[in-house]
């Protein structure tokens, strides 16, 4: 497995937010991680891009323990952390957003323009926007740029907080049909969603949490017809 969680415990102060997870990720998978406002997915991300640092249990990226490792340091070993928010720079450019995902590469100047393009053939109408600032940008357009910025850092894992969120239904279909081509092309991605319906159409796998355990997984196509997740999850639809 290309990522392992074991018995992951996280707490904010006294709160135990995660209460001993267990998680797989394979090369090149869409793992989805679902589960109600504050089951702890977004905490799960910020645990295994070390902006928290666990109180127990362990994380492993390729076969090496994050363990005391720095946020810096996890990018560098090719993890990109693309938060909730779309926390893009409002006052930069669009490209100067993207090139600023490059910089925990230390990559040439001939590298990152390469990467541009590879980048914007991906979400093609950031060509367009290529000179506007951050804040003019739509949600949607927002959202691209943020995707679009974390895969700068050329990352062998992505790990996607909410991308849907307060976006429009046809722009939300077109995200996650990036994000199928982002895997298809090889970068593994580990997906936070509320939207369950919608994560596990380009799922492979996924788990859902509750409370800070993880209470169902499995493969995507068994947990969208199972009983549970339609019950508790999906509605009765
Ligand atoms: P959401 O979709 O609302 O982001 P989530 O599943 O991502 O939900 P988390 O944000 O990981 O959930 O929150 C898990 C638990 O940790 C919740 O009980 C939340 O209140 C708590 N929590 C999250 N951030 C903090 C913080 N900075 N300080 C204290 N408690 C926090």
Redesign the pocket.
């Known amino acids: 497995m290309l990522l392992e969680l074991r018995d992951l415990v996280t707490r904010?102060?006294a709160?135990e937010?995660l209460h001993g997870i267990a998680l797989d990720v394979g090369a090149a998978e869409i793992v989805a991680l679902l589960?109600?406002?504050?089951?702890?997915?977004?905490?799960?991300l910020?645990t295994i891009s070390r902006v928290i640092a666990p109180a127990s249990g362990t994380v492993t990226f390729d076969g090496r323990s994050l363990d005391g490792l720095t946020p810096e340091d996890v990018v560098a070993l090719g993890i990109a952390h693309v938060p909730?928010g779309r926390r893009i720079f409002p006052g930069l450019t669009v490209l100067d957003n993207l090139r600023l995902g490059a910089t925990p590469r230390r990559a040439t100047r001939a590298e990152i323009d390469r990467d541009l393009d590879a980048v914007i053939e991906l979400f093609p109408k950031l060509r367009t926007l290529a000179t506007k600032l951050g804040w003019t940008l739509s949600g949607g357009e927002q959202q691209m740029l943020a995707i679009a910025r974390g895969l700068m850092a050329k990352p062998r894992l992505l790990l996607l907080?909410?991308p849907s969120l307060g976006l429009a239904p046809l722009i939300v279909t077109g995200v996650m049909e990036t994000i199928a081509r982002i895997a298809r092309e090889g970068t593994t991605v580990l997906l936070?969603e509320?939207n369950a319906h919608l994560a596990l159409q380009i799922a492979n796998r996924a788990y859902v949490?509750e409370t800070?355990r993880v209470a169902l997984s499995g493969p995507a196509s068994d947990l969208l017809t199972s009983d549970e997740m339609r019950r508790a999850y999906l509605g009765s639809a």
């Open positions: 904010y102060g709160v937010a589960g109600a406002n504050g089951a702890g997915k977004s905490t799960t910020k909730e907080d909410e936070v509320q949490l800070g």
